[in-house]
């Protein structure tokens, strides 16, 4: 990705349970690897959205601290990957995908905009209350090889008793 391409970050999750001041939910108490399981799952379910043929690359997924919690208690998993379809033909049908499919069962689609990059990429950022996930999508349908640039955001753990928070 290049920067004229990209915003500067995903927007998180932001449901109104008034769990952070940054209004970043609360996700329940899991070790990191149970965390971790959880967000990948939601990547496959997305991956399941696309609906097209295609590559997604192998990045794994991240730990960070929750902005304004303890950073020894509380951590977010993040998965950021892309994915490239086999047509390029296929990177508009895939995007449509995802917003049909992000507008039902648990998941809400928040917003969608054009950036103001000058392929106007298509953005679209989704939550599900349920899982207290939220996804960033970026369709990049006008570069040489169209590509979709996913993160997949988890709310806030916070870490059981006795265990330590596992950065990746």
């Known amino acids: 990705m290049t920067n004229d391409d990209t915003p500067e970050s995903p927007t998180t999750n932001t449901s109104e349970s008034g ?3 940054s209004g970043i939910p609360h996700a329940g108490t899991a070790g990191t690897d149970e965390a971790v399981a959880a967000v990948k799952a939601v990547s496959s379910q997305i991956y399941d959205f696309l609906g097209v043929p295609g590559t997604a690359s192998q990045a794994g997924p991240g730990v960070k601290a929750c902005s304004g919690k303890d950073p020894d208690t509380y ?16 990177n508009d049908v895939a995007v ?3 917003k049909e499919k992000l507008g039902t069962g648990d998941w809400v689609i928040k917003s969608s905009y054009r ?45 059981p008793e006795g265990q330590t928070i596992q950065h990746s």
């Not at 379809?85 to 296929?90: I, K, N, R, T, Y």
């Open 19 to 21: 769990d952070s001041a």
């Open 115 to 159: 950036d103001n990059s000058a392929n106007k990429n298509l953005n679209i950022v989704a939550d599900n209350d349920a899982k207290k996930m939220s996804v960033w999508i970026v369709g990049y349908s006008k570069r040489d090889t169209p590509s979709i640039g996913i993160e997949v955001t988890s709310g806030c753990y916070r870490v």
């Open 75 to 90: 951590f977010q998993v993040y998965h950021p990957w892309n994915f490239t379809p086999e047509s390029g033909a296929d």
């Open 96 to 98: 449509e995908n995802l």
